[in-house]
C-alpha cells in the first residue's frame, strides 16, 4: 500500500471509492471547508508543484479559460500548491496581467487556489511523493462526485503537463456512466457509442445475440448502443 508521512503518523493514501478527506484551509478565494461546501456538485481537486513555474502557468490559464465548461458539467474547481498565499495572489495577477500563451490572454483565475504551507493538505491526498520531490506536490488530480466519493485519481510527474480535454472527457464518462448504467469504451467522446452491461445469464446473452433492435453485439459480452450528445446534456 503506498504511504505517506503526516507528523510521524502513517497515513493511507485515499483511493477510489473512498470518502474525500476533509479539511479546511484558506484559498485565493477565501476560506473554504472541503469537501462539505461542495455537496451536490462534481470536484476536481487538483495539485501544481509552485508559483511562478512555466509548465503550472500554462495548466492555471487552461483551467481558467476552461472553467465555464467544467462548471456547466456541474463541475468545481480547486488547485493547491504548497506555496503561500500571498505568493499565490503574485502569481495570478502575473498571469492576468503579463502572460500570453496560445492565444490566452488577461485569463483572470477566480478558483480557489489553497494555500498549503504546511503540506497538511498534500500529504492527506498523497501529493507529496519522496521518489519525486520531498517539498513540491506532483501533479495529481481527484475527481469527486456530488456525494464527496473519489471517483478517479490521475498523478502526473513534475515535468509533465495535463492534458485538459482528457480530464473534461472523463468527467463527462463518469457522469453518463451513472446515469445511463453503462460504461465508455477506449477513446471514448460524447456521442460515440457506449458499452451496455454484459450480459449476466445465458438467456440474456441469447436474446441480445438474436434481438440487436437497440444494441450491436460485436459478441454476447461486447455490445453497445447509441447515446447521442444531446442526451447526455439533458
Not at 479539511?23 to 508543484?49: C, D, R
Not at 468527467?171 to 451513472?178: N, R, S
Amino acid at each position: 500500500m503506498e504511504r505517506t508521512e503526516q507528523n510521524n503518523i502513517i497515513v493511507p493514501m485515499p483511493r477510489i471509492g473512498d470518502k474525500a478527506p476533509d479539511f479546511k484551509a484558506v484559498t485565493t478565494q477565501g476560506e473554504i471547508n472541503f469537501p462539505k461546501q461542495y455537496e451536490g456538485s462534481w470536484v476536481i481537486l487538483f495539485s501544481h508543484p509552485a508559483d511562478f513555474t512555466p509548465v503550472c502557468t500554462s495548466e492555471f490559464m487552461a483551467f481558467a479559460t476552461l472553467e465555464k465548461k467544467f462548471n456547466a458539467a456541474n463541475c468545481k474547481l480547486v488547485g493547491l500548491s504548497v506555496d503561500g498565499l500571498y505568493s499565490h495572489i503574485a502569481w495570478l495577477r502575473t498571469i492576468k496581467e503579463k502572460i500570453e500563451y496560445k492565444g490566452m490572454k488577461n485569463v483572470e483565475v477566480t478558483f480557489p487556489l489553497i494555500e498549503d504551507i504546511t503540506m497538511e493538505v498534500a500529504k492527506k491526498y498523497g501529493m507529496i511523493q519522496p521518489g519525486e520531490s520531498n517539498t513540491k506536490a506532483v501533479r495529481a488530480v481527484f475527481f469527486i462526485d456530488p456525494k464527496g466519493i473519489i471517483r478517479a485519481i490521475i498523478y502526473y510527474p513534475l515535468s509533465l503537463g495535463r492534458n485538459f480535454d482528457e480530464l473534461y472527457r472523463a468527467l463527462i464518462a463518469m457522469q453518463a456512466a451513472d446515469k445511463f448504467s453503462i460504461a465508455t469504451p477506449a477513446d471514448w467522446r460524447p456521442g460515440d457509442d457506449v458499452i451496455v452491461p454484459t450480459a449476466g445469464s445465458c438467456g440474456v446473452a441469447k436474446e441480445r445475440m438474436e434481438n440487436q433492435k437497440d444494441i450491436y453485439c460485436h459478441d454476447w459480452f461486447f455490445c453497445t448502443k447509441k447515446l447521442s450528445k444531446e442526451d447526455l446534456e439533458k
